[in-house]
């Protein structure tokens, strides 16, 4: 056998067990709870923006987030005009959003936190959602792929609570920064609700973080939703006050 052809052979053979023994060396929940030490903080400020693609033309809308633990979740649509000055409140399971077109505070619960946000691929709970994995879902490795280029764990969660937006998801978990590099979301039915591809995966703050995703609802036609986060702040110092009802009318 070729000397260098040996080589290679032995390289690709040594990193696949290397591999193997690295993914057998870790359980399922201590994987998550990485990815959770990555893309959960105490508190956060997000700045970002939406592209919503649709049939002949796509829409950008530009906000501000700001979210403390997994209860408390605020955002302000900046841009377009059309969408500006539009807020939303989330407290607990309580959404109240404000729109200044008719300068009312409306409340969405249950069921209603499911539609879609501003015709996006997006719903509310998505947008919401700020609890960690290891939280709410029981994980299982089912191996180990090659992802563009990189080597990722594949892992099922089930859901280990009732309030839950996906009662099954497969992620696909980059090893070596162990940030989700491709979702599939599942109904309790087992019908796949959507898919996220991450991307543009930055260290940011010592942490790694996918600074796009796009999201794709399964039973819409298109390319789906694009996530884009232009700057995002872990564990700043944010006033109470910005989580009153009385701040979406200021």
Known sequence: MNSILRIVLLFIFGSSLTLQGQSASMTADEILKKVDANMIADTQITSSEMIVYGKRKSRTIKSKGYSSGAEKHFTEYLSPEREKGTKMLKLEDRLWIYSPATDRIIQLSGHLLRQSVMGSDL??????????????????????????????????????????????????????????????????????????????????????????????????????????????KFNPVIADRLFLKSTLKN
């Open 123 to 232: 719903s509310y709970e998505d947008m919401m959602e700020e609890r960690k994995l290891t939280d709410i879902y029981t994980a299982n490795v089912l191996g180990v792929e090659t992802l563009d280029n990189r080597q990722t764990y594949k892992m099922e969660l089930l859901a280990k609570v009732e309030d839950v937006s996906y009662y099954k998801r497969i992620l696909w978990i980059d090893t070596a920064r162990f940030v989700p590099l491709k979702e599939e979301l599942y109904a309790k039915s087992g019908k796949l609700l959507k898919k996220t591809s991450l991307s543009e995966v930055k260290q940011i703050q010592g942490r790694w973080y996918p600074t796009k995703i796009n999201y794709k609802d399964m039973l819409k036609d298109g390319k789906g939703t694009d996530f884009i986060i232009n700057e995002i």
